[in-house]
């Protein structure tokens, strides 16, 4: 059983910076990608960004040059770092982690105020 646990999340002033980070325990073999979305109030889960085994990067065109995504591999730890908040940025984020199989942390609230 993998479980992911999500920090970072607050209540932040627009223009502001967060660190999300990602940490995963437990049986974690063969993990292909790691990734960020977040899901906003009557809105479909959307991805943020995702960061393959071998280090390929896709980021998605509305946080594109605001928003990075690392992993610490030795750590099975993986991190958002989201500058430049705007309010349109206030969701749940959540981190997924796909080994085979898909698998989701509870996710952390991010709340950016005009």
């Known amino acids: 059983q993998v479980q992911l646990v999500e920090s970072g999340g607050g209540l932040v002033q627009a223009g502001g910076s967060l660190r999300l980070s990602c940490a995963a325990s437990g049986n974690i073999f063969g993990i292909t990608s790691m990734g960020w979305y977040r899901q906003a109030p009557g809105k479909q889960r959307e991805l943020v960004a995702s960061?393959?085994?071998?280090?390929?990067?896709n980021v998605a065109d509305s946080v594109k040059g605001r928003f990075s995504i690392s992993r610490d591999n030795a750590k099975n730890a993986m991190y958002l770092q989201m500058n430049s908040l705007k309010p349109e940025d206030t969701a749940v984020y959540y981190c997924?982690?796909?080994?085979?199989?898909?698998?989701w942390g509870q996710g952390t609230q991010v709340t950016v105020s005009s």
């Open positions: 960061i393959t085994s071998g280090g390929m990067i």
């Open positions: 997924v982690l796909r080994a085979g199989v898909s698998y």
